[in-house]
């Protein structure tokens, strides 16, 4: 009855795109109007646009409007024109949706429409790509239409300095990549000015390639550390016994499918055994598990993780002497990114690289408390209607498929199952050359460093024979059964060597820097690629080649051999290659168009269909084709050995594959548990975060007002004043005897915290005093106390002293808090042996210690604050030149004035340079400048920017 309503009606998503379409209609009526416009009317329409939205008109009555004017600055700017069904990805954009739209459809195209719109307020709009390349490229070629339409574009990329990223924050829309504009929300709230703060309040954000950022990137939190003690030695002893001990597998138990590597009875007796042999356990104990030999153990635990679980070229690559990780969902290395707890550490010390020191978390956030900041936050991918209950459970976002602009021709084979990895092998390479032969392009998609360069290292050596023809001997003539059962020896048969060896591109993580290039000509005929993982490479792999790609790569050839490209030359050039692309298009076409070819299904069924989206896009014949083995780690761990017994049983010759559409089910079904686990595991997460993130918002807004505030002496006032009523009410309880009172311990606490020798034994045995009136006495003599200080330091520098030694103070007490929070992560879940819930247990243990972080911030900023002493001396003179004008150089020390050439022309001075010149050499009081004010020199820039670079 539901499926025939389907029908009949239609489903939700199909209503809702008809609702969009309706309204592009509306759209393309205005197509003609803008059209008439010149580019300077057309300019003139954003400053309408944001007259009207002042008057009080809302961004979706100005929609229709808007989004005719991106389309016709499309037209003039990129010489394209946005399809129907990319206006309707847009209006979903708008509001707040995923907009699902196959590969090829053109989605960076797609956002330019909402961005305009919502950047029209003013508030800023961020654009998240995958990595530093395409958020450069994005911002240069889409923001061709917006500097066109009069807005400015930024792009935050790794490696920018506070200014720049001020400046491009600042900017009406923004591109970067979501670690940048996560470190840089988690830096903000690290700062000592609010001056140094980079980002604007979240208002929209749009997020490419959606399912990668927000699903697979979120199982781990963003975290900002600092480096504690070295211990290189202790790790690379840890490493030693292990790496001895999982010699017998006996003694370690190792679970592939939750990605656990646990000791057992055994090998935990023989590495006590080990570590007691070569005197590593703690004095005093008597075993590894004593409560001294905890940190041994976790890292005995971690190094045995770094041996088992952790594969080199698969999980990380060893580059530049360092341990990078490989994301395991795009293929690319996350440089800068390190595993904590020690985990980075021992993967170090397995592979003999110099090993870091272990860091202290400063701050930290998860990727989904980090987006839902935004107001309105949007995505778009080739893939996310089969993870749409999770973005709907924690974004608040509803997926929307949007058909494509032309119809899908591409042919999806079953999948092809071999009993062993050789096989599975020698047949990929077969297809590889069956492709090359005919000319048609091959992507093969591997799902891991290592696997692709085993296939590459095959396709290498592979000889590759053409049968040129197969003639019956004349004594078999009209003998067709007695030829068969004789077999090739009835036939005259002439063999030709084609070639030995297939030429081919390997695109992983060592080619990172050229993935643009190798993806643009893996649609030239009878080119192979190979590519581990294809999500958010963001450049198309179009038929016959890409004319961007290729000009783009002939213009910096040329300058590379100094040659001045004229108009007229990139002419010529670009219609030399239309003309080469026309005709090599058509070979692939001929040929079948692009095959994909899988080599292993992924444990996520979005990764595998964006390798199969590659192909077929814009109404292109393609063909996709997975080939598995029951060796591959997705069906050994899941069905490996019954999928292998029923190939046995049915007498599946060597070489031959099994193929049916039930196979698929059961793999399908398989990446589902894989899947489901996985949201467990970001869920899990999240509602561990989510009880610290409050704690998180308290802290970061406590902060940024004591960054706005000139004058916190009300609340040191009122923290002295907390304090005092704390230590009366713990010593001196309410309904307490006098004799019960401990004057003793509040005498030396009041000595302690305030500085002050207080008569509190005779106060105390005063006739009828009470604790209140104890209490006001010592709140009188603190306010004397404090008052005197005041005096004596003076009230300017006691208010820059106060708010400086907040914030401090604020983050010591943040950093430990973490430290505690992420120790008792780790313990709570035996908390569930006692029938006890551990996530409750959290919420109230990570409320009692953020409670108590709070005491100890009042207690610790009132002992510093009246009890430490202050020494001013004056700051040494400096003898200068009688009408010498000056203006030093920080970097060099040289006077500018004397010797202009010696200045930066970019007015840029790094870190290395700034020691050269001695603090001494500053003018008198010129370190007393604020780093906000202007150089006392003259120079024009910021004191912090200029000679303040120095101190």
């Known amino acids: 009855m539901l499926g025939f309503a389907k029908k009949l009606f239609g489903s939700s998503n199909d209503r809702k795109v008809k609702d969009f379409m309706s309204r592009v209609q509306k759209i393309n009526a205005l197509e003609d109007k803008f059209a008439a416009f010149s580019d300077d009317e057309l300019r003139m329409m954003t400053q309408t646009f944001r007259d009207r939205l002042e008057a009080g008109e809302t961004l979706d009555k100005i929609l229709n ?65 995958v990595n530093d390349y395409l958020a450069r490229r994005d911002a240069e070629q889409m923001g061709r239409i917006y500097r066109f339409l009069g807005m400015e574009v930024g792009v935050i990329v790794n490696g920018l300095s506070s200014g720049q990223r001020q400046a491009a924050y600042g900017a009406d829309i923004t591109y970067g990549t979501n670690n940048e504009f996560g470190f840089d929300y988690l830096r903000d709230n690290l700062v000592y000015d609010r001056a140094e703060m980079v980002q604007r309040p979240h208002h929209y954000a749009i997020v490419d390639e959606v399912d990668s950022i927000l699903i697979d990137e979120a199982r781990t939190p963003l975290i900002i550390s600092g480096p504690t003690e070295d211990r290189s030695d202790f790790y690379r002893i840890v490493d030693v016994l292990v790496k001895e001990l999982i010699q017998d597998k006996a003694t370690f138990d190792l679970d592939e499918k939750q990605k656990q590597s646990l000791l057992t009875e055994e090998g935990s007796e023989r590495i006590e055994e080990m570590l007691i042999a070569g005197g590593h356990l703690a004095e005093d104990t008597t075993g590894l598990y004593d409560a001294a030999n905890i940190t041994l153990v976790h890292h005995v635990n971690q190094a045995l993780r770094a041996n088992t679980l952790y594969a080199r070229d698969k999980d990380y690559i060893i580059k530049g002497g360092e341990v990078v990780l490989i994301d395991e969902f795009t293929g690319r290395m996350m440089t800068g990114r390190r595993l904590s707890e020690g985990l980075h550490q021992a993967i170090e010390a397995k592979e003999g690289v110099q090993i870091q020191p272990e860091n202290q978390t400063l701050a930290s956030v998860t990727i989904q408390n980090y987006f839902r900041l935004y107001t309105k936050l949007s995505g778009m991918t080739g893939t996310a209607a089969t993870e749409a209950q999770e973005f709907m459970d924690i974004y608040k976002m509803d997926v929307m498929e949007v058909p494509t602009n032309r119809p899908v021709l591409r042919i999806d084979h079953d999948d092809e199952v071999f009993r062993t990895e050789a096989e599975k092998l020698n047949a990929i390479c077969a297809q590889i050359a069956d492709c090359h032969v005919r000319g048609q392009p091959i992507l093969v998609g591997t799902v891991s460093i290592e696997k692709s360069e085993t296939l590459s290292k095959m396709l290498d050596t592979y000889e590759h024979k053409t049968e040129v023809s197969r003639t019956l001997k004349p004594e078999f003539a009209g003998k067709d059964k007695e030829a068969a059962k004789v077999g090739d020896a009835a036939y005259d048969i002439k063999w030709r060597t084609e070639f030995k060896g297939i030429p081919h591109s390997v695109l992983n993580a060592r080619q ?31 038929l016959g080649g890409n004319l961007e790609m290729r000009l783009q790569r002939w213009s910096q050839e040329q300058r590379n051999m100094a040659v001045e490209v004229t108009p007229a030359m990139h002419e010529a050039k670009e219609a030399e290659f239309k003309a080469e692309i026309a005709v090599a298009r058509e070979q692939a076409l001929a040929a079948g168009g692009l095959f994909v070819l899988g080599t292993e299904r992924h444990e996520s069924r979005r990764i595998d269909n964006q390798l199969r989206g590659r192909t077929g896009r814009q109404g292109d014949p393609g063909v996709s084709k997975f080939f598995l083995s029951c060796q591959d780690d997705l069906l050994r761990i899941f069905a490996g050995d019954r999928l292998d017994a029923i190939m046995r049983n049915f007498g599946v010759a060597e070489g031959e594959a099994i193929s049916h559409p039930w196979l698929n089910r059961a793999v399908e079904t398989a990446q589902k548990r894989v899947e489901a686990r996985n949201y467990d595991i970001r869920k899990n997460l999240l509602k561990y975060d989510d009880v610290v993130n409050d704690q998180r918002k308290a802290i970061f807004e406590q902060r940024q007002e004591f960054m706005d505030s000139t004058d916190l002496s009300d609340m040191v006032t009122e923290f002295r004043q907390d304090v005092i009523s704390d230590l009366v009410e713990r010593f001196m309880p309410p309904k307490a005897y006098a004799e019960q009172w401990d004057i003793d311990s509040l005498k030396d606490r009041v000595q302690n915290i305030l500085g002050l020798d207080l008569p509190l034994h005779d106060w105390a045995a005063e006739e009828g005093v009470s604790n209140e009136e104890v209490e006001e006495r010592i709140q009188a003599a603190a306010d004397a106390r404090a008052a005197e200080r005041l005096e004596l330091i003076g009230a300017d520098q006691t208010r820059g002293i106060e708010r400086q030694f907040l914030m401090q103070q604020i983050d010591m007490s943040w950093r430990e808090h973490l430290v505690h929070l992420d120790h008792l992560r780790g313990v709570i879940g035996l908390r569930g042996y006692g029938q006890r819930d551990p996530l409750q247990e959290y919420k109230t243990e990570a409320f009692n210690l953020f409670e108590g972080l709070l005491h100890e911030l009042r207690q610790n900023v009132t002992r510093w604050l009246m009890t430490v002493e202050f020494r001013f001396a004056p700051p040494p003179e400096l003898e200068m030149p009688e009408f010498q004008e000056i203006h030093l150089n920080p970097g060099t020390g040289e006077n500018e004035m004397l010797n202009p050439a010696s200045q930066n022309p970019e007015g840029q001075f790094t870190g290395d340079d700034r020691s050269r010149l001695p603090v001494e050499l500053l003018p008198v009081g010129w370190e007393r400048t604020s780093r906000n004010a202007d150089c006392p020199c003259g120079s024009g820039r910021k004191f912090k920017h200029c000679h303040g670079a120095l101190i």
């Open 65 to 129: 409007e808007a989004f005719a004017v991106v389309r016709e600055a499309a037209k003039r700017t990129l010489g394209q024109r946005h399809y129907d069904v990319q206006l309707a990805g847009g209006m979903i954009l708008h509001e707040g949706g995923i907009s699902e739209m196959r590969t090829g459809e053109g989605k960076t195209l797609v956002a330019t429409a909402p961005v305009y719109l919502n950047a029209l307020e003013g508030k800023g709009v961020h654009v998240i790509t």
């Open 512 to 542: 990172h820097e050229q993935e643009a290039y190798i993806v643009a000509d893996a649609g030239l005929p009878g080119v192979v690629t190979i590519a581990t993982n294809m999500a958010g490479r963001g450049t198309d792999i179009q």
